[in-house]
Structures are given as structure tokens and as C-alpha cells.
């Protein structure tokens, strides 16, 4: 019989990962989330709507998580109702968010006291790749574990990379999301004295696409965001950016390292959040950077 899939949290990314597990895999899909509309859309595509984050815990055999950060990782894991108290030896635990490289290993090894397996997976790139399955994924893991859950990775992503034991995946992600938002404060700047310097910005991300400063930033957030003045909301928000970021900064700090580029973008965030923008997507630091 074909392991049952478990989803809870089915935002911007995890409704399309579901729904991509369930129309790739093969296997059934039960999920949860606080919100019913997601539900409602995803029954059209066979995913059963559990009751609980519990109800999920007992019926699945490989549980997915797709939360915002670490309160709710812990909250979902470590409550009343949560994973832990309904967990039974066998299953495995995935964890798609960008978590606390330390909440990661702790929680890790509590699962691994009951026999449950645990991985950490967050997701890189779009909410476009996360409908097209073409995510990236960094996965912290033990070599069994990974064997088990990569086909189900492979529902939602094309590059997927085994970085190491439990909490690597974590690292990585961190330092992933660090450089790019560090690489975006870089070419809001640009953006700011070029045009003032008279310049038009157009010609300018253009030209820099053909030189030694072409980045996939520049082409998709550069481009796409900070060059049109666009930030939705229901995005990758400003919110969440500073969360990453201070999750970095901590592992930073644990190294006695202090990043100047990463506390100057954490600055960028900071300011952008405090004039209202902190639940539009992130590159809105361009605002703060190049009032208008």
C-alpha cells in the first residue's frame, strides 16, 4: 500500500506543493491548515481535509510541514495536539520552513526518541515555482531518510540538495536568503544613485544584466520588483525576511562573527517595516532606500 502524505500549512507555498504531491506522487494526501479555502480548492485535486494537525499525524506516514518560522514549528510539533503527542514509530517529519538551526537538532531529537524520522527541507525561489514544482530544496537529513522522502521532494522541486545531517538544510537556507537580500540592498543602492545621477533605470538593470553584476536577483527581483515599483502582498513579506535574517545573524553570532552587510540589510528591513511595509514582498526596502 502507498505511504499516505501529510500537509499542514497551505499558504503561498505549501498549497501548491500539495497539490503538486498529489497530482505527481501517487499517493494519497491528507492535509490541514487554519484557513478552509485552501482545503476547498485542494479536494478538487484528491487531498482529504483533516480536522487537526493530529488527525494528520495518525492517518500519515511522511507528515510536510510548511510554516512561517519557529514559534509556529514548535507550536505544531511540541502542543497539546501537536506531532509529538501523536506520533508513532516509523513516520517521518519534514520540515519545508525556515526555521532556528538550534529548535531544528532539538526537535529533531525528540522525534528521533519516539522513531520518528525527522528532516529539515526549506524551500528557495518563487510562489511561480512553487506552483510549477520547480522549487529548490535544501534538505537536512541521515542518508535513509533522504532515500525515503526524495521522490515526494521531487513532486515539488528540480534542484534538490542533500547538504549534510539534520539542521544543514536550515544553514544553508539562511545563508541562501542572507546573500540575496544583502545582494538586493546592493541593487536598490544602484538603482538610487544611477537614477539621480541621471541615468535611466531601465538601461541600467539591463545593462547590468550583460556585465559582471547579472544575478538571478537582479533578473527576478531586480527586474521583476524594485525596477517596476511592485510589492504585493501575499509574498515572500518584509516580515518574514527579518526573520531570516535574525536567524542567520544568530548563527553568525554563535560563531563570534559580526556580518556588516547582513546587519546593513537587516537595517534596510528594519526601516521598511516601521513605515508600514512589512507585510508587502520584501525588495519594498527600495522605498527606504530610494524615497520617492
Not at 25 to 45: C, F, K, M, N, T
Not at 129 to 141: D, H, R
Not at 186 to 197: R, S, V, W
Not at 261 to 279: D, I, N, V
Amino acid at each position: 500500500m502507498a505511504e499516505t502524505i501529510g500537509f499542514i500549512g497551505l499558504g503561498v507555498m505549501g498549497e501548491p506543493m500539495c497539490r503538486n504531491v498529489a497530482q505527481r506522487s501517487g499517493r494519497p494526501v491528507i492535509a490541514y491548515d487554519l484557513a478552509p479555502e485552501p482545503l476547498e480548492r485542494l479536494a478538487a485535486h484528491g487531498v482529504t481535509a483533516a480536522g487537526s494537525v493530529a488527525a494528520v499525524m495518525r492517518a500519515a506516514d511522511i507528515v510536510m510541514l510548511v510554516l512561517p518560522g519557529g514559534p509556529q514549528l514548535e507550536a505544531v510539533c511540541r502542543g497539546a495536539g501537536g506531532l509529538l503527542a501523536h506520533s508513532r514509530a516509523g513516520q517521518t517529519v519534514v520540515d519545508h520552513g525556515t526555521s532556528p538551526v538550534a529548535l531544528t537538532r532539538t526537535l529533531a531529537a525528540e522525534f528521533a526518541a519516539l522513531g520518528v524520522a525527522y528532516a529539515d527541507a526549506p524551500i528557495a525561489r518563487t510562489r511561480q515555482a512553487a506552483e510549477a514544482g520547480t522549487l529548490s530544496i535544501m534538505v537536512g537529513t541521515n542518508d535513509t531518510t533522504m532515500a525515503r522522502i526524495q521522490p515526494i521532494l521531487a513532486c515539488c522541486a528540480d534542484e534538490i540538495t542533500h547538504c549534510g545531517p539534520v539542521g544543514s538544510g536550515q544553514v544553508v537556507k539562511l545563508m541562501n536568503n542572507m546573500v540575496l537580500f544583502q545582494t538586493v540592498a546592493a541593487l536598490c543602492e544602484a538603482l538610487a544613485i544611477g537614477t539621480a545621477a541621471g541615468v535611466d533605470g531601465k538601461l541600467l538593470f539591463e545593462t547590468l544584466t550583460k556585465g559582471s553584476a547579472d544575478s538571478f536577483a537582479l533578473r527576478n527581483h531586480g527586474m521583476k520588483a524594485v525596477l517596476p515599483d511592485t510589492f504585493p502582498e501575499r509574498a515572500f513579506s518584509t516580515e518574514y525576511a527579518l526573520k531570516d535574517l535574525a536567524y542567520a545573524l544568530d548563527l553568525a553570532g554563535q560563531a563570534g562573527l559580526v556580518p556588516r552587510g547582513a546587519h546593513a540589510a537587516r537595517a534596510y528591513l528594519s526601516e521598511a517595516a516601521a513605515t508600514g511595509l512589512g507585510k508587502n514582498y520584501w525588495p519594498a526596502i527600495s522605498r527606504v532606500i530610494r524615497p520617492a
